[in-house]
């Protein structure tokens, strides 16, 4: 499986939670088959949620971490049937490629204002918000993960150790990998004919001193 650390919500507010996609089956090593699950229901979401609310504040116990008086009861755990992946995959990556705001989304930096946009989840509206710009820097900056915190980890066959497992089950399930194409690199033409120049080396300025 593959999971994914996101820690803020539309409104860059502190939320962390992990997004997981998990594959619907596994490889049998001794008879080299994929095991496939039947139907498309893998895990009840409330028992889920029960399980990791429990194992997660154990853990946090035995490291002798303090546990928030606020913890809520119930922890939400929303699992479904995604097809082959695709579209879940895409959808995580773009929290992976970018930062936690983009430079388009801030509107106004004005008197010590700071205002950016943000399209709300539920009905599909563009709202805006306006911080001083104090609160603006701590908003992004406890995004930040401490040192030795990864955002994506992987697990089983996708794990960066596990290449001949993960060869085995390309052999088994027949995945053909397109190979990379690479994009035409920019042509530098004349400024008089248009025709395409060569590039024959690249010489650095020397400046004088002084």
């Not at 539920?122 to 820097?137: A, H, I, P, V, W």
């Amino acid at each position: 499986m593959t999971m994914v650390l996101h820690t803020h919500n539309r409104r860059r507010d502190f939320h962390p939670h992990i997004h997981v996609i998990v594959p619907g089956g596994g490889v049998d090593k001794r008879r080299r088959q994929w095991k496939k699950i039947k139907g498309k229901y893998l895990f009840n979401e409330f028992a889920m949620a029960k399980v990791f609310r429990a194992r997660f504040l154990t853990a946090l116990n035995e490291a002798g971490l303090s546990i928030p008086k606020n913890v809520p009861p119930k922890w939400v755990v929303d699992c479904k049937h995604v097809g082959k992946g695709i579209t879940a995959l895409k959808y995580l990556s773009k929290y992976l490629y970018r930062g936690v705001i983009s430079e388009k989304n801030i509107v106004s930096n004005q008197n010590g204002q700071v205002t950016f946009k943000y399209i709300e989840s539920k009905t599909g509206n563009t709202l805006y918000r306006t911080l001083k710009g104090e609160d603006f820097l701590h908003l992004i900056m406890q995004h930040v993960l401490p040192k030795g915190f990864r955002r994506v980890r992987d697990y089983g066959f996708l794990h960066g150790n596990a290449k001949k497992l993960l060869f085995l089950i390309q052999l088994i399930l027949h995945v053909v990998i397109k190979g990379i194409e690479l994009r035409p690199r920019p042509v530098f033409k004349c400024p008089l004919c248009k025709t395409p120049m060569v590039v024959l080396g690249f010489r650095q300025a020397i400046w004088g001193s002084g």
